[in-house]
Structures are given as C-alpha cells and as structure tokens.
C-alpha cells in the first residue's frame, strides 16, 4: 500500500509559471528524496532530506528546491518552469541511508 | 560521472525462458539494493545485500553480491509475463550517504 503520496500524478504547465509539486509520507521516516527520471532512463537525485530543516542538493543540477518544515511534508518548487524541465519527479522516503527506498506513484510534468 | 552501471540495457526473452541482468560498480559498495519499475509505474523495492558474497532468493529471483563488494546480479528462472519492466540496482559507496540507481536493465518477455 502507498504511504507515501504525491500531488498532482499529471501536470501540464505553460513557461514561467511557478509550481510547486507534493509529497507527504504516513511513516514518520526522517530521509526524504526527489528523484527526476526521464521515460525509460535512469534516476537522477536532485534534492535529498535527513530530517526537520535539513536539506541537500543531489548529484544532479536543478533548478528547483525544497523544503523540510515538516517530517512528513518534503515540496519541490520551481520558480520558473521551462520546457527542459519535463519529465518525471519521484519522491521517495526511507527509515535510513541502508534501507530500502518506498517510492510515491510520481509527478509526470510537461512544461509547453 | 556514473557509478553504477548495468548490463544489458534491454533484454527481451521468451516467457520460459531465464534471464540475468548485471550490476557493476567502480567502487566497492556497502550494500546493494534491488528495484523493479512496470510500465509506467514507479520503482518498488525488492531486496537489500549487505554482505559479502551474499545470496538471497525471491521464489524465482536470485540475488547475488560479489566477493569485492563492486557488483552484483539478478537472475530470474522461467520468466513471466508478469516479470515485465525495468530493473534498478542501487548502491551507497563505501564512505558515502547516498543510493546510486545504476542505469536499469529493461525486459520484456514475449508470450
């Protein structure tokens, strides 16, 4: 079962506009993470959390950012969205470092 | 630059028939963990290894960690339709704080 959920699963936004894309989590796991995955490919980390008020920029450059306010709530925000930025953004949580990752059904984001 | 990579990147197989994908990584790893993703899902967590030379099975999925800690497998017997989509291994380097996903191994099986 989910225990990890994101809003919106689909979005079609015009250039420049501001989102914000969700995530909640029911497990009380302190490590949170966005992950950006094109179709078929790889996942990209781009931001990570280990707690309340802590946040981190993954391996790979973005341009959004995210916030901890928080345990159960990890945002990611884009200012200024841009057609480079579609794709898919998975937010994923953990009990720690070396467990496994519980993984929300995903943001498909389409920026035209 | 990339530190995990896997091998094949796509593999289609008979239904019946067995299959193995192959994870392999620059740097020795502290534990490795293993990913499937259907179709238009997300990934879901399968297994972790944590030691060395560590086997672990799965009905009809085995996983494997390597002596040196730098790779591992997954290898499926007697595929099904249902075993369709992309397999992850994941890793944190030794010394490091973060799961690396390798480059994923997508199969398909053909009824």
């Known amino acids: 079962e989910a225990d990890i959920y994101q809003t919106p699963r689909y979005l079609v936004i015009g250039t420049g506009k501001k989102i914000t894309l969700e995530c909640s989590q029911t497990?009380?796991?302190?490590?949170m993470y966005w992950y950006q995955q094109d179709p078929g490919m790889e996942l990209h980390l781009i931001h990570y959390?280990?707690?309340?008020?802590?946040?981190e920029k993954g391996d790979l450059s973005s341009e959004s950012t995210v916030s901890r306010i928080r345990t159960e709530h990890f945002p990611l925000t884009l200012e200024s969205a841009r057609p480079s930025h579609t794709s898919q953004y998975l937010c994923?949580?953990?009990?720690?470092?070396?467990?496994?990752?519980?993984f929300g059904s995903g943001t498909r984001l389409t920026v035209v | 630059g990339q530190q995990v990579m896997q091998i094949p990147q796509y593999q289609h197989v008979q239904e019946g028939e067995d299959f193995t994908t192959y994870c392999n990584s620059s740097?020795?790893?502290?534990?490795i963990q293993w990913y499937k993703q259907r179709p238009g899902g997300h990934p879901v967590f399968l297994i972790q290894?944590?030691?060395?030379?560590e086997v672990k099975k799965q009905k009809r999925l085995t996983f494997q960690f390597g002596e040196a800690k730098k790779n591992s497998s997954l290898h499926i017997t007697a595929t099904q339709t249902t075993d369709v989509g992309t397999y992850f291994c994941?890793?944190?380097?030794?010394?490091?704080?973060?799961?690396?996903f390798g480059t994923g191994t997508r199969l398909t099986v053909i009824p």
């Open positions: 994923a949580s953990s009990e720690t470092a070396n467990y496994g990752y519980t």
């Open positions: 497990m009380g796991h302190d490590k």
């Open positions: 959390s280990y707690g309340v008020n802590s946040t």
């Open positions: 740097t020795t790893l502290s534990n």
């Open positions: 290894l944590v030691k060395s030379g």
């Open positions: 994941a890793g944190i380097p030794t010394g490091a704080n973060n799961l690396f």
